[in-house]
Every structure is written in structure tokens, then in C-alpha cells.
């Protein structure tokens, strides 16, 4: 999604969660979310500035969301219990 801010910047940020008048984002480089309260029909930013969201379609830029859905559903590195795709490492179940 796209934050539009009342200066004419935009910032890419996903959505977290909604619920009722509460929208929590993440954006790149952010040690926390961002939250954003629906107050009198605006979205309004912790800052108490006005901004507004976009939601690209996936067809505005296919291969970018193909890229991000892949890196998302990656399984992390050295977790215990779970399996890579390698034969070698493939456990059996009797």
C-alpha cells in the first residue's frame, strides 16, 4: 500500500491490521508500526497529520508482488524442526 502525505510524499508500507478505526502499517526501516485513527472520516497519523492510502492492484507491478509473496512465505533459516527442501535432510515418518 501507498501512504499519501498532505506534502505530496508517498511511503510504501503493508498493512498489519485493521480494526474498526485503528490501521497499524509496516514500513521499511521502522523499529515499530505506524498507526493511523479514523477520526471524522480522515485517516490521521500518530503525528496528527491527515494522509491517505492507495492499494495498488497487482497488476500495476505483477513481478514486484510475485517477489514479495515469495520472500514472505520463505521458512526462516535454522529453525528447529524445520525441513529444508533438500533430499538429504527429508525425514521419514513410519
Not at 501507498?2 to 503493508?14: F, K, P, Y
Not at 490501521?23 to 494522509?51: C, K
Not at 514479495?68 to 533438500?86: I, Q, R, T
Request: hydrophobic content about 40%.
Amino acid at each position: 500500500m501507498l501512504i499519501r502525505h498532505q506534502d505530496g510524499s508517498t511511503t510504501e508500507a503493508v498493512l498489519v491490521s485493521l480494526a474498526g478505526t485503528v490501521m497499524r502499517v509496516a514500513v521499511p526501516n521502522a523499529e515499530d508500526f505506524l498507526e493511523f485513527t479514523l477520526a471524522e472520516g480522515r485517516w490521521i497519523s500518530e503525528q496528527y497529520e491527515a494522509v491517505t492510502f492507495e492499494f495498488p492492484t497487482v497488476s500495476d507491478r505483477p513481478e514486484e508482488f510475485r517477489t514479495a509473496v515469495a520472500e514472505s512465505c520463505k521458512p526462516p533459516a535454522n529453525l528447529p524442526g524445520c525441513l529444508d527442501s533438500a533430499p538429504e535432510s527429508r525425514r521419514s515418518v513410519n
